[in-house]
C-alpha cells in the first residue's frame, strides 16, 4: 500500500513558478513509476508528467513540456512538479500518481493516486 500526499498548489500570477511535492509513505516507493495529473473544472483528468522509478526517463505533455519539471528523491520518497512560465491555462487541481508498472498517458494504469492540491493561476 502507497499512500500519496500532494503540496505546494496555491494562487500565483502568470509567468510565476511554484513547485508540487507529493510524499509517499511506504519503503517500496522507489520501485514505483510516477506521474503528475492535472484536472480543470468540466474537463477530464489530463496527463502532466512522468518519470521512472530511477529519475534516469523523464516524459511529458505537449503542453508543459519546456516549463515543467518533474524529478524524486528516492531517499525521502518525495517527486516533485516544478512548474514555471505559468499560464491560466495551468489552472486545475494536480494529482500525483504511482504506477508499478508504468504511468501512461490515461492514468488507468496508476495504482495509488493523491487527493489532489489546487493550483490556480490569475492573469
Known amino acids: 500500500q502507497v499512500q500519496l500526499v500532494e503540496s505546494g498548489g496555491g494562487l500565483v500570477q502568470a509567468g510565476g513558478s511554484l513547485r508540487l511535492s507529493c510524499a509517499a509513505s511506504?519503503?517500496?516507493?522507489?520501485?514505483?513509476?510516477m506521474g503528475w495529473f492535472r484536472q480543470a473544472p468540466g474537463k477530464e483528468r489530463e496527463f502532466v508528467a512522468a518519470?521512472?522509478?530511477?529519475?534516469?526517463?523523464?516524459y511529458y505533455a505537449d503542453s508543459v513540456k519546456g516549463r515543467f519539471t518533474i524529478s524524486r528523491d528516492n531517499a525521502k520518497n518525495t517527486v516533485y512538479l516544478q512548474m514555471n512560465s505559468l499560464k491560466p491555462d495551468d489552472t486545475a487541481v494536480y494529482y500525483c500518481?504511482?504506477?508499478?508498472?508504468?504511468?501512461?498517458?490515461?492514468?488507468?494504469?496508476?495504482?495509488?493516486w493523491g487527493q489532489g492540491t489546487q493550483v490556480t493561476v490569475s492573469s
Open positions: 511506504g519503503r517500496t516507493f522507489s520501485s514505483y513509476a
Open positions: 518519470i521512472n522509478w530511477t529519475g534516469g526517463w523523464t
Open positions: 500518481a504511482a504506477a508499478r508498472s508504468y504511468v501512461g498517458n490515461s492514468g488507468v494504469k496508476c495504482d495509488y
